[in-house]
């Protein structure tokens, strides 16, 4: 998505309403003048954990949460669905806070608010470690707070289909939603990595080519893979052979996340006629 040169609260006012209404129609609270739902005082009191440990306030607390749910939602939106980092999450807590177990404790706080009120799973991912073959290169090595972030998403698809389909839904995400499925699958087909010349290989046989950047659906469609990548779908390695640097991509966190996984696997499956395994896909 293209974000635009408009201001961001002004962009971001239409979603601002569509989130409060669902969260009114899915817990009936109200709102009140500070734009907090009012879900915040039942949101702490749910959570087991005694505040008072961090000696600040309620109200800091809430303020921390707000802030929290508010980020994660400005930034879902603004970079098209690219997973977030916790550590972007904790340098939110811990820029004016230095208590060591008050982000995990803000971060589920914020969860909570976010499923109670608005209707939104965060689900946090693992970044999976590189594949055996990619053992001998030099790979880029991650602390455990990069390897984690998280996504939005809804809830409500199933509890309130006709909620989702009016408000979340949006019929100019289908086309890259197939191209996900189909990359996917490739992959997943050929074992959960395949070349990047293999990938190209595949999808000129139905007729999306490399040097495409003006595809009547898809656009630049070199630019659509790479939008796979940065959803973190796909991880791109670079590996060493003896005729030089081959690119490899394989299937990332988001597309090894259980229900993403499985949906896959169920869509090869009505293709084929039976269980998915690796083939070659060459």
Known sequence: ???????????????DVKLVTWGVKLTGETTDGSGDSGGGMVLMANNGENFSQFDISKEEIEKLVSEVVRYVMFKNHQNSGCPIKREELVQLVTKNYTQRSLPAFVINAAKEK?????????????RPRPS???????????????????????????????????????PNAEPLAGFTFVILSIVQLAGGKIAEENVWHHLKRMGLSE?????????????????????????KDKVSGPEGNILFYELAERALDGPVN??????????????????DVD
């Open 1 to 15: 998505m293209i974000v635009k040169s408009e201001p961001l609260r002004e962009k971001m006012r239409p979603l």
């Open 114 to 126: 976010l499923s109670s009120v608005f209707g939104y799973e965060l689900r946090e991912l693992q």
């Open 132 to 170: 055996s073959t990619n053992q001998g290169r030099a790979s880029q090595k991650n602390s455990v707070s990069d390897a984690r972030s998280y996504i939005l998403k809804s809830e409500i698809s199933e509890q309130r289909p006709e909620v989702h389909k009016k408000f979340v839904e949006d």
């Open 211 to 235: 040097s495409d950047t003006n595809h009547p659906v898809l656009g630049n469609v070199k630019q659509a893979l790479e939008t796979l990548v940065q959803q973190r779908y796909l991880q």
């Open 262 to 279: 499985q949906k896959i696997k169920d869509y090869i499956s009505k293709i084929v006629k039976k269980d998915p395994v690796p083939v």
